[in-house]
């Protein structure tokens, strides 16, 4: 932790993790991304993409890092240094992309979000659901400091509010305005499929829309899907 401000490690060395890399050095926090493999493979392009901030491994991530943002392909979430990352917040920034991940049946099931499945996973671990529903281009240019009228608005979840505090300081810090949707369970609601999945909008109206979530029809067929599991 430099100056208070908490060393943020990334887990994924696309074009999410690089945005998300250039934000946070840019709010004044220590940065460390890695990718799939040796740091000496990222190097190049972090220097380019996200400079400022650190390539490591994975495992030097999750050691040295204070918070973790997940932005990796979410099938790929069981190559995620699980003891490493144990007692750590962690940031689930992934989302389920069957032209990456493949059809995965495990990870389309209505009955639970995807940030359920990587908690479950991350047993030791506290995950946030954060910066998955904003498209990498509105993050990159997107930040505002606090109060402008055009401020844009970033939706939460997650089980824990101490965590929910420190996630929504963070995005405070980088230039959004945070607005809680919920638990883990709530977070299927920034998944694909919804209205808020790839929108860029202000605080008052990222609530309204989590407020007729219920109401969409992606919204009725998990309330079904649920019911019927129940």
């Given at each position: 932790?430099t100056?208070g401000?908490?060393?943020?490690?990334i887990l994924g060395?696309?074009?999410?993790?690089?945005?998300?890399?250039r934000?946070?050095?840019?709010?004044?926090h220590?940065v460390?991304i890695?990718g799939?493999?040796?740091a000496?493979?990222?190097?190049?392009?972090?220097?380019v993409?996200?400079?400022?901030t650190?390539?490591?491994?994975a495992?030097?991530?999750?050691?040295?890092?204070?918070v973790v943002i997940l932005?990796?392909?979410?099938?790929?979430?069981?190559?995620?240094?699980?003891d490493?990352l144990?007692?750590?917040?962690?940031?689930?920034?992934?989302?389920y992309w069957?032209?990456?991940?493949?059809v995965r049946?495990?990870?389309?099931?209505?009955?639970v979000?995807?940030?359920?499945?990587?908690?479950?996973?991350?047993?030791?671990?506290?995950?946030?659901?954060?910066?998955?529903?904003?498209?990498?281009h509105?993050l990159?240019?997107g930040?505002?400091?606090?109060g402008?009228?055009?401020?844009?608005?970033?939706a939460?979840a997650?089980?824990?509010l101490?965590d929910?505090?420190v996630?929504?300081g963070?995005?405070?810090?980088v230039?959004?305005?945070?607005v809680?949707?919920?638990?883990l369970?709530?977070s299927?609601?920034l998944e694909p499929g919804?209205e808020?999945?790839?929108a860029?909008?202000?605080?008052?109206?990222?609530?309204d829309?989590l407020?007729?979530?219920p109401?969409t029809?992606r919204?009725r067929?998990?309330?079904?899907?649920?019911a019927?599991?129940?």
């Amino acid at each position: 932790m430099t100056d208070g401000r908490p060393t943020i490690g990334i887990l994924g060395a696309g074009k999410v993790g690089t945005v998300l890399g250039r934000l946070f050095v840019t709010a004044g926090h220590p940065v460390l991304i890695a990718g799939s493999g040796p740091a000496s493979r990222i190097a190049l392009t972090v220097e380019v993409l996200a400079p400022g901030t650190v390539a490591a491994t994975a495992e030097e991530v999750a050691r040295g890092a204070d918070v973790v943002i997940l932005a990796l392909p979410l099938g790929k979430y069981r190559s995620i240094p699980r003891d490493a990352l144990a007692g750590k917040l962690v940031i689930d920034a992934m989302n389920y992309w069957w032209e990456i991940d493949g059809v995965r049946d495990d990870l389309t099931d209505s009955r639970v979000s995807s940030s359920e499945i990587v908690q479950g996973y991350l047993d030791g671990s506290r995950v946030v659901k954060a910066f998955n529903h904003m498209g990498y281009h509105d993050l990159d240019e997107g930040p505002r400091p606090r109060g402008s009228e055009d401020r844009m608005a970033i939706a939460i979840a997650g089980d824990h509010l101490a965590d929910l505090v420190v996630v929504s300081g963070l995005l405070d810090s980088v230039g959004f305005d945070p607005v809680i949707a919920g638990s883990l369970r709530d977070s299927i609601s920034l998944e694909p499929g919804s209205e808020l999945f790839g929108a860029n909008l202000p605080a008052a109206r990222v609530r309204d829309a989590l407020e007729r979530f219920p109401e969409t029809e992606r919204g009725r067929e998990i309330t079904r899907e649920r019911a019927a599991a129940a």
